[in-house]
């Protein structure tokens, strides 16, 4: 038998059958074999690569997309957030642009701007400090011009203005209002000032009679009183007890006559009694007999001032002043908003300079 052939033998129910093939051919079909093995297993490997990397990918497209969503989500509330922001900022706009209009009204009304006068550079800040600064000049003025009621207000019985005389039975023009109020009702001192008068007024017909001198020409008067609790002379600051109503000279029963007079011009104490920090504004417009624009004027423009620290402190530490000129800067130096005339500090002068003399 030839040893290069090869026989294969096939048994079946026909019988059996061989086959010779070469040996060249068993070595091609052995490694046709084997190929196709080797194929078949780089195939499946490969494949379960791909199935794996796929997964992957899928898992990671799965992440990318949830962080997708929690970024768009981010996204949407910072537009939320932000769309807020601009509304709020919108509105706080709108909001500053009516102060600043409001503020523009104050500054011309208390004498810091012009009308039709505004600064674009000026910032907003700066012009509420000058306001401020203005609002401490305001509460100098409320407490150094006539503000408020000197008693307990109980009602009025006659007004400013013509009447009929209620003892003389003659139509006068009635230069104060009267104030009702019992009899020895506390009188405090309406605004701060000097004590010019204080006595029975008989050619007047008011009785007990006092005038008490303020700044910047205001003057009060307080008529048919019963007794007093100052002498001319004195300094008093707003609020102090200067006397008691009575029913003094010609009167048809207890009641207070008050008067404001300003460089002598008889003026209406209503606006008066009823002015506060509240609407400070409102005398500017109804009393037109007062230079308030002049009189603000002279009061943004003080040059000199005695609440510096170093001059407070030279003042405190003479002790050897008396009253009451040692009274009246004690008291100026408490107020905080004290801003002082330079005639009124020239006086002070003078009253300091006697005092020492006497000492």
Do not use: C
Not at 133 to 158: D, H, R, W
Not at 170 to 190: K, Q, S, W
Request: aromatic share 10%; glycine share 6%; charged share 25%.
């Amino acid at each position: 038998m030839d040893k290069n052939r090869f026989t294969i033998t096939i048994n079946d129910s026909r019988g059996i059958k061989q086959y010779h093939l070469h040996e060249i051919m068993k070595k091609v079909i052995l490694y046709s074999i084997v190929g196709l093995a080797v194929v078949f297993a780089a195939g499946g490997f490969f494949i379960y690569y791909l199935n794996y990397s796929l997964d992957t990918i899928t898992q990671k497209k799965e992440s990318t997309q949830m962080a997708l969503n929690s970024l768009a989500e981010k996204n949407s509330n910072l537009e939320n957030i932000l769309a807020e922001k601009e509304k709020a900022i919108a509105t706080k706009k709108h909001e500053l642009d009516v102060v600043a209009d409001k503020l523009s009204d104050i500054e011309q009304l208390i004498g810091l701007k012009e009308a039709d006068v505004v600064d674009e550079d000026e910032s907003l800040v700066n012009r509420l400090d000058s306001v401020s600064m203005s609002g401490q000049k305001v509460a100098f003025m409320l407490e150094n011009i006539p503000s408020g009621y000197p008693i307990k207000y109980k009602g009025t019985t006659s007004k400013y203005g013509y009447r009929v005389h209620p003892k003389l039975n003659r139509r006068e023009f009635h230069r104060g209002i009267d104030l009702r109020a019992r009899m020895n009702t506390p009188l405090y001192a309406p605004a701060s000032g000097v004590i010019e008068y204080a006595g029975h007024h008989r050619r007047s017909g008011y009785g007990k009679l006092i005038i008490l001198d303020h700044a910047f020409g205001f003057k009060t008067m307080y008529g048919h009183l019963n007794k007093f609790a100052t002498k001319p002379g004195s300094f008093v600051k707003k609020g102090d007890l200067i006397g008691y109503t009575g029913n003094t000279g010609m009167s048809n029963g207890p009641h207070l006559h008050y008067e404001v007079r300003y460089i002598q011009r008889v003026l209406d104490p209503t606006y008066f009694v009823k002015w506060s920090a509240k609407n400070y504004k409102e005398i500017f417009k109804k009393e037109k007999r007062v230079s308030w624009q002049s009189l603000i004027t002279a009061i943004n423009h003080q040059k000199s001032t005695i609440t510096q620290p170093s001059l407070r402190k030279d003042l405190l530490s003479k002790e050897r002043w008396s009253s009451p000129a040692h009274f009246i800067l004690m008291e100026t130096l408490k107020a905080p908003f004290a801003q002082v005339v330079q005639s009124q500090w020239d006086e002070m002068a003078k009253l300091m300079a006697k005092s020492l003399q006497k000492k």
